[in-house]
């Protein structure tokens, strides 16, 4: 059974940073691609940041130069580092996990929250 779970997450000023992790198991870590979600109220779940299982990287056009992903496949985790946060950073926070081979990310953690004052 696949588990994902998410940490790192809470209140920071506008300008902090956070680095949020993601403990896998239930999985072959190294031959899946992870990503990071997020939620903001009343909006839609949009991909942040991506990671493939051979170490390639793609970024939400509003977070590219501010957020970095990172995978330790030694440890079956996976990193959002953040900085300069914005209050539009505000929402929830998901990894999401999917085989090398499947088109969409289909197991999910239960998300950690991350809110930005200003």
């Known amino acids: 059974q696949v588990q994902l779970v998410e940490s790192g997450g809470g209140l920071v000023q506008a300008g902090g940073s956070l680095r949020l992790s993601c403990a896998a198991s239930g999985i072959i870590f190294s031959i899946h691609d992870m990503g990071w979600y997020r939620q903001a109220p009343g909006k839609q779940r949009e991909l942040v940041a991506a990671?493939?299982?051979?170490?390639?990287?793609n970024y939400a056009d509003s977070v590219k130069g501010r957020f970095t992903i990172s995978r330790d496949n030694a440890e079956n985790k996976v990193y959002l580092q953040m900085n300069s946060l914005k209050p539009e950073d505000t929402a929830v926070y998901y990894c999401a996990a999917k085989s090398s081979l499947a088109l969409r990310f289909g197991s999910w953690g239960q998300g950690t929250h991350v809110t930005v004052s200003s």
């Open positions: 990671i493939t299982s051979g170490g390639s990287t």
